[in-house]
């Protein structure tokens, strides 16, 4: 284990971060009419940080038994066609499209107890498994690096943790600094809502680069 993987590890990390499941979902949370309440927040964050985690275990368990087949150069060349295709892949969301925000609002306002609550982190999950991309780039990573299964469920828990720390740090602020911070929510809320497929464009295009700087540098310069 390098600090240069934990560095691209937790550049990824932060770009899975912005997602609506993460990032956005809680924030909608926090503008939530009302007082906030941190047992909801907690229910949803944690619900959605597990969700992430068990995935990231089943696909490194089918990733590991491939790769225990493979020579460690072709898994790291396997690793530079991902980050390409990621790249390549984030040229495709239109700017102009524009994503189904108000569903997503409209669900946190209709369920109110914890196990609805959790239902919906479920769901935001499940629909981004389609778009976790920067998250099954992190796992090729992992997989490619020949590390132990000790090592590789500490980075998981590490990435999932990494992940929801923009989510923390808004939601301390918004305790802190209510009337404050709240109009900034509603701005960031706003963005999404008008560039939110853009965003998306540019967080796999990011991801893509360090996934596929990340295996030139294993496999030309080390």
């Known amino acids: 284990m390098t600090l240069g993987l934990i560095a691209a590890l937790a550049g990824l990390a932060l770009l899975d971060s912005t997602s609506i499941g993460t990032l956005f ?71 102009k499209k524009k994503p189904y925000t108000g569903k997503w609002q409209n669900r946190l306002n209709a369920n109110g107890s914890a196990a609805a609550l959790a239902g919906v982190a479920l769901l935001a999950g499940v629909v981004e498994l389609a778009t976790m991309l920067p998250y099954l780039g992190a796992i090729g990573m992992m997989s490619a690096a020949d590390l132990s299964t000790a090592q590789v469920g500490l980075l998981l828990a590490g990435y999932c943790l990494v992940m929801i720390v923009p989510a923390l740090v808004l939601l301390v602020a918004r305790l802190a600094l209510r009337h404050r911070v709240e109009p900034f929510l509603a701005k960031i809320s706003t963005w999404f809502a008008e560039k939110g497929a853009s965003t998306t464009g540019w967080i796999l295009g990011i991801a893509g680069f360090l996934v596929t700087r990340d295996a030139v540098v294993r496999l030309f310069f080390v």
Do not use: C, E, N
């Not at 949803?44 to 985690?53: E, H, M």
């Open 25 to 95: 979902i809680p924030i909608w949370l926090m503008l939530t009419p009302g007082r906030l309440k941190l047992s909801r927040f907690a229910v949803y964050l944690g619900t959605i940080t597990v969700f992430y985690f068990g995935v990231g275990v089943l696909i490194v368990l089918g990733a590991s038994q491939v790769i225990d087949h493979l020579d460690g150069q072709v898994a790291l060349w396997i690793q530079l066609v991902i980050g390409v295709l990621l790249f390549a892949v984030s040229f495709r969301f239109d700017g």
